[in-house]
């Protein structure tokens, strides 16, 4: 594998690049990708040992973000820019530059000089170019000239439209640019091993490494060793050293002879314990110089997991789903997702109203990732499950010594370890009257006063509740606070039940079926039954339900490998036999999907009714079509 690669955005700079290459003394390795495609492209040369990669415009700069190893950008010239102005014919129409920063910067100044009747508009990722596009039409833009991203969607609109490209000089500098960065490594490379020798601070520094780390010559003859190492091996390191390498594998020694690439997580048993075991081969100037191997100890890597998961994914302080993971065919349920997306923009409280299973933390999840993304702390809390006392502390935190049993080092409550990110309160309808207030002042203030503490702490907290229950109903039957209510009912949507949402509960089975088995393969007939059955129930749990469901089916089948035959009729018994509860112990399921039309119908008119909104508010909250409500209201 080649140590530098070039990733072009585009197959016509693919080919100016493989004309350089016939008479460039050095390799360079050409694949074609733009954005996601580039950049994964681009992660699977990484792992094959490409140590330098050239790419332009966005995707280099999506490479920068994204890679560990050095990216050198094929910068946009004065002459690349005036090829492409040059292109125009008509000089006097009006013209639309759109791509990314580093693509267009120098646009302006030369519209200026050359007296051409210029827009700038810059994007700063994919999902820019329509709205930059939009914006160019109601400009009055006639041509458009950008970076490839936008000259694509430029022509699916109708556009006339000019492709910024590369000058052969451009790519020539980036190559060059590109072996003096690898140069630069591979002597860098070579000083750390001269001090991996010499250096004692640098031994001390590797004998305390609990991984094993041992340096072999050009001949796989050990050179030395660290402590960790020793103790796998059982004997002194002047016995081992100048002797050929035996305990460790040795096929990954003899694979980095063929191609001199470092190998990484190979698995093996030495002295009876699992380790991963990588080999990093020592180059300078193109000759090889020897090989680093580093083992680590399987057992040490999972305790060091399940504390990571502990302290960041167990106790929620990172959401694991974006709008992306929402399974939905269902148009009056995308209308919910993009209201719920407009939402994620704004730093304004959220109530997210619905039934219990419906996915209102899933959609908590999403919303906070299109805002802020993984690096912001999303921490989740029941407000149904803790007493009083309990959700107090969690909230708030605590003082050193602030009551009997408290810890004597005090503990952060949760609004201070959501600082930056968001606070989902889940059931804020079962909050007691007391915390109420306090998560009033909170929201209010913006800031905390731990229990038993007098110090008041800011604190910058997106906060998004969820319930299952009738608020504007605990309002006036003085159980939850008004003042609070209509804090938290600043941004508002209904999630819709499953029963709601057409034939997503087929949809939603098959994703939760291929999950489970991805190479599931049944017979459309199957298929058929499955979703007649589906469709017709009404599913009181909802996508819970149906979830917990599919798992069931999933042990009785051997993870849908076998007996696929009997699938409908075993999906029929389920839902049989798992009636809703409506209190009469030999209800039917068709008795207890009467009883909950019946109690749906009942809510519908009590919140028309009593709710000021008027009807076509009220079935959009409802993610119903205002017919479906009317009908609803009149059904005696």
């Known amino acids: 594998m080649n140590a530098v690669a070039l990733c072009a955005p585009f197959e016509g700079m693919a080919r100016v690049a493989r004309a350089i290459c016939r008479t460039f003394e050095k390799p360079i390795l050409i694949e074609t990708g733009d954005l996601q495609e580039g950049l994964r492209k681009a992660r699977s040369l990484v792992e094959q040992g490409t140590q330098v990669i050239i790419s332009r415009g966005g995707t280099a700069q999506l490479l920068k973000q994204s890679l560990a190893v050095p990216v050198v950008e094929i910068e946009v010239t004065a002459f690349d820019i005036l090829r492409a102005l040059q292109k125009v014919e008509n000089r006097n129409r009006r013209i639309g530059i759109i791509g990314f920063e580093n693509v267009i910067y120098g646009f302006p100044k030369l519209g200026e000089i050359i007296g051409l009747d210029l827009i700038t ?14 914006e160019a039409k ?27 490209e590369s000058g052969e000089e451009s790519i020539l500098q980036s190559f060059r640019e590109a072996y003096r960065i690898l140069d630069a490594l591979q002597i860098e490379a070579l000083k750390s091993l001269e001090y991996l020798g010499t250096l004692n601070q640098l031994k001390a520094v590797l004998d305390s490494v609990d991984d094993q780390i041992i340096l072999l010559d050009a001949d796989n003859r050990i050179q030395t060793c660290n402590p960790a190492a020793l103790r796998v091996f059982g004997k002194e390191e002047n016995l081992l050293k100048g002797q050929p390498l035996t305990l460790y594998p040795l096929e990954p020694l003899k694979e980095i002879r063929k191609r001199p690439i470092a190998l990484r997580h190979h698995f093996a048993y030495l002295r009876g314990s699992p380790v991963l075991v990588d080999y990093m081969p020592i180059e300078a100037n193109g000759e090889r110089m020897g090989t680093l191997i580093v083992g680590r100890s399987i057992s040490r890597l999972q305790q060091a997991e399940r504390k990571a998961r502990y302290e960041l994914y167990l106790k929620g302080h990172v959401a694991r789903y974006t709008f992306s993971d929402i399974v939905s065919g269902d148009g009056n349920f995308h209308e919910v997702l993009k209201r719920a997306r407009s939402f994620s923009s704004s730093s304004s409280t959220i109530l997210i109203l619905g039934e219990t299973g419906t996915g209102k933390e899933m959609l908590a999840q999403s919303i906070h990732n299109e805002r802020f993304g993984p690096e912001r702390p999303f921490i989740a809390i029941n407000c149904a499950t803790l007493p009083e006392s309990l959700l107090e502390s969690e909230l708030f935190g605590y003082a050193p010594g602030a009551f009997t049993g408290a810890r004597k080092e005090g503990k952060k409550g949760l609004f201070e370890l959501a600082h930056g990110g968001t606070l989902l309160l889940d059931e804020i309808g079962e909050m007691p009257l007391n915390l109420q207030s306090r998560l009033l002042r909170v929201i209010e203030e913006r800031q905390i006063q731990p229990i038993g503490d007098d110090r008041v702490i800011p604190v910058d907290v997106r906060i998004i509740a969820t319930t299952n229950t009738d608020i504007a109903t605990g309002v006036r039957e003085k159980r939850f606070r008004a003042d609070l209510f209509y804090r938290l009912n600043v941004l508002q949507f209904s999630v819709p039940p499953l029963r709601h949402r057409g034939r997503d509960a087929y949809a939603l089975f098959n ?35 149906l979830k917990n469901l599919v798992e069931r089916l999933a042990a009785m089948t051997g993870g849908f490998t076998q007996n696929l035959e009997q699938l409908p009729e075993r999906l029929r018994e389920e839902l049989e036999g798992n009636p809703v509860e409506t209190g009469e112990p030999g209800d039917t399921l068709q008795e207890a999907n009467l009883n909950l039309r019946q109690l749906e119908l009942l809510w519908i008119r009590s919140l028309c009714s009593s709710s000021s909104l008027k009807k076509h508010e009220l079935a959009k909250l409802l993610g119903i079509s205002r017919t479906t409500l009317w009908k609803k209201t009149k059904t005696s």
Do not use: Q
């Open 121 to 134: 508009l810059t994007i700063h990722k994919e999902e820019d170019v329509p709205v930059k596009l939009k």
């Open 138 to 164: 109601e400009a009055g833009v006639e041509i458009v000239i950008g970076d490839n991203v936008a000259v694509s969607r430029a022509n699916e609109l109708g556009f006339e439209s000019i492709l910024i």
């Open 511 to 545: 994703h939760f079926l291929l999950s489970a088995n991805p190479k599931c393969d049944m017979d459309p007939a199957i298929h058929r039954k499955i979703e007649g059955l589906v469709c017709e129930y009404l599913w009181p749990g909802n996508v819970r339900e």
